[in-house]
């Protein structure tokens, strides 16, 4: 009773009944908008120790024509419901490959790598390994310079799918780095099934780092297992000075955050070495 009570009180609920028009009118927008070709992607640096660009995430950004840049935080989980995200996701792996093919033409660009953000509806496609291995066969992007960024939360609802699509990808060269590294569920006897690359260490920990023992505990041990695991690591959101030199002497390499540039669309990139 008290669950029918919950439906019904819902079903007449105006608030989500105004959420889901909200998001009704969104996805209609993003058919549009791509049509329109309304979406475009921001570049946000990857720093080596040394503060050397070494590579950059690609962040999709939405130019909506009234609602102005929209977040990705706002249209990727409606993209994700609505199925849209498979046409979105492979545009921005289309964009992102071609950028790619673009710096490889110039010796100062040709070694960046670029990662790019792959949600779970996109990745269990069960057509997504052949078209990636065909997009990159087609545009001519070199497979070593991708980087797919996966959540733990995509890799755990199916691992043995995710480790023979991450395995032909890796044949060919593409890597992996498991992105938000410490906010799912993540237990080392899978950790260590997985074939990764890198895991990234989430900004939820690097933000406290200096203040709280605990994220400071959590980022150590982080840097510890990936040791331990042969992965790379690379800390994100690092705003501060103070908390680049705590990374920094706790072993950390690899570093993306405001301190070293925010995403930006290409022609702002500043890929100058420092
Ligand atoms: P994410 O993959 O964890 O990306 C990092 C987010 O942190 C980005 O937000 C970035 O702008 C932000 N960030 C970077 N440095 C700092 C910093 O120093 N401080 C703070 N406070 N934030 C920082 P953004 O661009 O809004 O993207 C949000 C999320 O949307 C991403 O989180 C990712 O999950 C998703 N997303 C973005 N682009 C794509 C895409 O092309 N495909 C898919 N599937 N998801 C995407
Ligand atoms: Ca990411
Ligand atoms: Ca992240
Ligand atoms: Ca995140």
Redesign the pocket.
Known sequence: AKAAGRNTLRFFDPQMQAAASARATLEADMRLGLERNEFLL?Y?PVVDAQARITGV????RWQHPERGLV???EF?PVAEQTGL?LPL?QW?LETACAQLVEWSAQASTQRLTMA????AR?FRHPEFSNQLLSLLRVSGANPYRLKL?LTESLLLSDIEDAIVKMGELRSIGVNFSL??FGTGYSSLSYLKRLPLDQLKID?SFVRDVLNDPNDAAIARTILNLAQSLDLGVVA????TKGQHEFLLRAGCKAF????FG??VPVVQLDLRVR
């Not at 995430?57 to 999709?60: D, I, N, R, S, T």
């Not at 994100?236 to 705003?239: A, K």
């Open positions: 921001y946000q995430e690609a962040l999709v977040s990705p935080a990727i995200i996701g921005v790019v953000n792959v949600s996109q960024e992105d938000d900004q994100e959101g690092v705003e993306q955050g405001y301190l925010r995403p």
